[in-house]
């Protein structure tokens, strides 16, 4: 009989490196230095180097990864921040907490990440108006995939825009060479664990360069704490990472780059197998992707036979996402670029994700093949 297929494997990964793990968690257990102790500091310098930004603050979620840069540049009621549309609700929903409008981007079909040309809109429009003030930009990293950036950057420049990389799918994402971290002003990023650098719980963590944002973050991550605990000098949040957590991070993070080639690897042999049958993504040249899923397009109304003859052939499908945000009820009232968003609309109805992860043996992945071609 044959194994069931896992969606995302974590279990393999586990069991690689379980006995590293374990020491470090016994090291933490031992120590008694739960919140914040020393492996906080050292995870936060292995994600600056790997990252390629000065400064990195681990936090308790991607959730506050996100807040806390908006929180330290004052976002306010009235202040309009640019968001694809098609992606989790996070990267809107931080926005919404400060009273600030998110206005929805269009993406591109191929890679799903922003359209610059449907963000250039949305900013001239939101302009026009009159009734918002072009704050910044949330580009997402979706599926794994590095945005695009360099266009995105000179939009932002062009307008005097701050650029959040969301990365939360795609840490480790490079373009010729370059992660998100040559273009953003900050990248914030997710260790939930189905992310490809996962931890055992909630986790996150933010970067950037400039000291001085490094520092107001570092206070608001801390209840806006000040040189001493009880003279909190701003409002803060609470927003700190579990010593175990980071324990768990430092062991992972040791070996996520041997594991992105393994995703490169099986993601290449999708794209060669199912380009004929189906819509596979593009990875332009150049680009290394984290591939946190690997999503296709099928053609419009054959979605839901397609899931079910997958399901029947024992392997596991997931749909990301089936309701983009602007059709949400938390967040249908607020803006969208231009006459509407035709392309996440599109993908919303046609796009399916397939087992992925950096564990997936080529014998499994030839039963997702194969069962991919027969449902279609």
Request: include cysteine.
């Amino acid at each position: 009989m044959q194994s069931a297929i896992q969606f995302i494997d974590l279990n393999t990964q586990r069991d690689r490196i379980r006995a590293r793990v374990d020491a470090r968690l016994a090291a933490v257990l031992d120590s008694g230095a739960y919140i914040m102790g020393p492996e906080i500091a050292e995870l936060e310098d292995g994600l600056s180097r790997f990252g390629g930004m000065e400064r990195t603050i681990a936090c308790g979620s991607g959730t506050d990864a996100l807040a806390l840069p908006l929180m330290a540049w004052g976002l306010k009621p009235n202040d309009a921040v640019f968001v694809p549309s098609f992606t989790f609700a996070a990267t809107a929903e931080v926005v919404a907490w400060f009273g600030a409008v998110p206005v929805f981007v269009d993406v591109f079909e191929d890679s799903y990440n922003m359209d610059p040309a449907s963000l250039r809109r949305a900013i001239e429009e939101a302009r026009a108006g009159g009734r918002l003030n072009p704050h910044s930009v949330i580009a997402v990293d979706l599926f794994g995939q590095i945005a695009d950036y360099a266009e995105i950057r000179a939009i932002c420049d062009e307008f005097g825009l701050k650029l959040i990389s969301d990365a939360a799918q795609g840490f480790g994402s490079t373009r010729d060479g370059k992660p998100a971290a040559y273009w953003a002003d900050v990248v914030a990023t997710s260790f939930y664990p189905a992310k490809p650098l996962g931890c055992y719980g909630d986790g996150g963590a933010v970067q950037t360069n400039d000291a001085e944002l490094d520092a107001v973050m570092r206070s608001l991550r801390v209840h806006g704490s000040g040189t001493d605990r009880y003279d909190n000098v701003r409002i803060g949040m609470n927003a700190r990472m579990d010593t175990l957590q980071a324990a768990i991070l430092l062991e992972k993070l040791a070996i996520f780059p041997e594991e992105i080639e393994a995703r490169m690897r099986a993601a290449a042999r999708y794209a060669e197998a199912l380009g004929d049958v189906v819509a596979v993504p593009r990875l332009p040249d150049g680009v290394v992707s984290t591939w946190a899923q690997y999503t296709i397009r099928l053609k419009p109304g054959t979605r839901d036979a397609f899931a079910a003859t997958m399901r029947e052939a024992g392997v596991p499908t997931v749909v990301y996402y089936a309701r983009p945000l602007h059709r949400q009820t938390a967040y249908s009232h607020y803006p969208l670029a231009g006459n509407g968003l035709p392309v996440t609309d599109s993908l919303a109805e046609t796009v399916i994700s397939l087992p992925m992860h950096a564990y997936l043996d080529e014998a499994t992945q030839d039963r997702v093949i194969a069962a991919v071609r027969s449902a279609v």
